[in-house]
């Protein structure tokens, strides 16, 4: 897949969380069917976060890097980017932490602010992908992922957190 396609599939999903957003109000973005459980406001924050945060500044390193262009994925990376075309239909717990487990949103707009953030940001990074020297870095469950990688995981991490976003949704209904 080529980089403007993986933006281009960006946008979509993208698009469908943002208009989803018009579904909740202040209160339903932090409702929380227990203490394990993210709230969908924490869903969003993390979609969000974790794209500028970590996956663009993957794509950042590696663009401007010639370290580890001999490093591969690893098979799990193989089977999402080969052959899944995304991430297994599997949940996946990372436990709870300071820095990893995403904080409360003080409102809607502060996601729809972030989504508009988000849309620039990977236009930007399109751009500067032109200009990729092919370095790698490593992705926790994948191995070593390239700048044109770490862009794709970005549409990729979206559509698996759908699932997520079905249960709490339901959650939701059922209050």
């Given at each position: 897949m080529n980089n403007k396609n993986t933006l281009?599939?960006?946008?979509?999903i993208v698009e469908i969380w943002e208009k989803e957003l018009d579904n909740y109000d202040t209160n339903q973005l932090t409702q929380k069917e227990n203490a394990e459980n993210w709230s969908i406001g924490q869903l969003y924050k993390h979609l969000i976060d974790g794209t500028l945060n970590f996956h663009l500044q993957q794509v950042n390193l590696c663009i401007n890097?010639?370290?580890?262009?001999?490093?591969?994925?690893?098979?799990?990376?193989?089977?999402?980017y080969n052959l899944l075309n995304g991430f297994p239909p599997i949940k996946i717990k990372v436990p709870a932490s300071e820095t990893y487990t995403p904080k409360e949103p003080?409102?809607?707009d502060e996601l729809k602010n972030g989504f508009q953030k988000?849309?620039?940001e990977m236009e930007n990074v399109l751009?500067?992908?032109?200009?990729?020297?092919?370095g790698k870095t490593a992705h926790p469950g994948f191995s070593y992922l390239n700048a044109s990688e770490w862009y794709r995981l970005?549409?990729?991490?979206?559509?698996?957190?759908i699932r997520q976003k079905e249960r709490i949704d339901n959650f939701l209904k059922s209050k």
């Open positions: 281009n599939d960006f946008l979509k890097s010639t370290e580890n262009k001999s490093k591969k994925k690893n098979f799990k990376g193989f089977l999402a003080e409102s809607v988000l849309r620039q751009e500067n992908l032109k200009k990729d020297k092919k970005i549409p990729m991490h979206f559509k698996h957190h």
